[in-house]
């Protein structure tokens, strides 16, 4: 059964960090291009940062420019979000999603095939 499962979300003061993971089950991710979304209440989701299947590209949305690193581990099989200096406005559910795609990667999610079922990021005092 192919499955994203993302983990590491969870209540933070702000200014604080967070490691979000996004492990598949079933498929390799070495062919998949994996994109990180978030999703608050009573907005549009929004793509974040994105990484192409061998990790050499990235892309990273404005609104998260130099506080979020995304990296992939081949060995683990998984890709991972690293945020730094949250605000509140990042509380949201954050998902991944992987799309098979060689070279390139995009913060838009109408390409990507697979979905992970989210996890909780509240950032608060």
């Known amino acids: 059964q192919v499955q994203l499962v993302e983990s590491g979300g969870g209540l933070v003061q702000p200014g604080g960090s967070l490691r979000l993971s996004c492990a598949a089950s079933?498929?390799?991710?070495?062919?998949?291009?994996i994109g990180w979304f978030r999703q608050a209440p009573g907005k549009e989701r929004e793509g974040i940062p994105c990484?192409?299947?061998?990790?050499?590209?990235?892309y990273y949305a404005g609104s998260v420019k130099g506080r979020f690193t995304i990296s992939r581990d081949k060995a683990k099989n998984t890709v991972y979000l690293q945020i730094n200096s949250l605000k509140p406005e990042d509380t949201a559910v954050y998902y991944c999603?992987?799309?098979?795609?060689?070279?390139?990667?995009?913060?838009?999610?109408?390409?990507?095939?697979?979905w992970g079922q989210g996890t909780q990021v509240t950032v608060a005092s």
């Open positions: 999603a992987a799309v098979f795609k060689n070279g390139w990667c995009t913060v838009i999610a109408g390409p990507y095939h697979y």
């Open positions: 990484i192409s299947n061998s990790g050499s590209y990235t």
């Open positions: 079933g498929f390799t991710l070495d062919v998949y291009a």
